[in-house]
């Protein structure tokens, strides 16, 4: 399996403009998470989703971030409009087993909004 | 809620031990995990503890006391490349998993 894909790498965007970012999970976890890292706040739960559906929103920052989950092999993560503090790696990530829980990261988005 | 502390820094010599501790206060707990990031790269998994004990994987082991609310991760032969920044991780409810602000480790020649 190639892992947890993430696109794009990088985005750099102006603030106020809308940034989507999109996760493929890996094929057969049915969990999938996406976190923000900052230096300040470090790795950040954002929300995550079981079978596609949201489980828990609680640490999305605010009404300017959404996040979808259409099926099994894709999510998306958006801002709008975007602000500079909005600035970091988002990283998605996906599970499937109940015992250890290891969640597979992927590569990250790196956002730089100015 | 949950909330874990870890030391910010550690540095260490290459070939030797180092020990990072965690300790966490947490609702709903299932186990503690670690996880190891190099600069620029995704976090990844080392090890998992659900029960009291140690659990060894290679050069890391991994320990857990419930009724201290504490676990450490040990790394043994030290090296260049295990310069990175470790992070534990309380499992609650669901899946869910909440991440410690990471203990960076400096291995020097």
């Known amino acids: 399996d190639a892992g947890v894909i993430q696109s794009p790498r990088h985005e750099v965007t102006e603030m106020g403009q809308e940034v989507t970012l999109r996760c493929k999970p890996i094929?057969?976890?049915?969990?999938l998470f996406w976190y923000r890292q900052t230096m300040m706040r470090g790795l950040e739960l954002l929300i995550y989703?079981?079978?596609?559906?949201?489980?828990?929103d609680s640490g999305m920052p605010e009404d300017r971030f959404s996040a979808k989950m259409p099926n099994a092999s894709f999510s998306t993560l958006k801002i709008q409009p975007s602000e500079p503090r909005d600035s970091a790696v988002y990283f998605c990530?996906?599970?499937?087993?109940?015992?250890?829980?290891?969640?597979?990261f992927g590569p990250g988005t790196r956002l730089t909004v100015t | 809620g949950q909330s874990l502390e870890q030391p910010s820094e550690v540095t260490a010599v290459e070939g030797a031990i180092v020990q990072i501790n965690c300790t966490y206060q947490?609702?709903?707990?299932?186990?503690l995990s670690w996880y190891q990031q190099h600069d620029g790269g995704a976090p990844t998994f080392l090890s998992y503890?659900?029960?009291?004990g140690l659990e060894e994987t290679g050069r890391f082991s991994s320990f857990l006391s419930r009724s201290d609310s504490y676990g450490y991760l040990l790394l043994q032969e030290l090296q260049m490349k295990d310069s990175a920044s470790y992070f534990c991780?309380?499992?609650?409810?669901?899946?869910?998993?909440?991440f410690g602000t990471g203990t960076k480790l400096q291995v020097i020649p």
């Open positions: 990530a996906s599970s499937f087993d109940p015992g250890t829980r290891e969640q597979y």
């Open positions: 094929s057969g976890h049915d969990y």
């Open positions: 989703f079981n079978n596609n559906v949201p489980i828990d």
């Open positions: 947490t609702s709903g707990f299932y186990g």
């Open positions: 503890n659900g029960l009291d």
């Open positions: 991780a309380v499992s609650g409810g669901y899946q869910k998993v909440t």
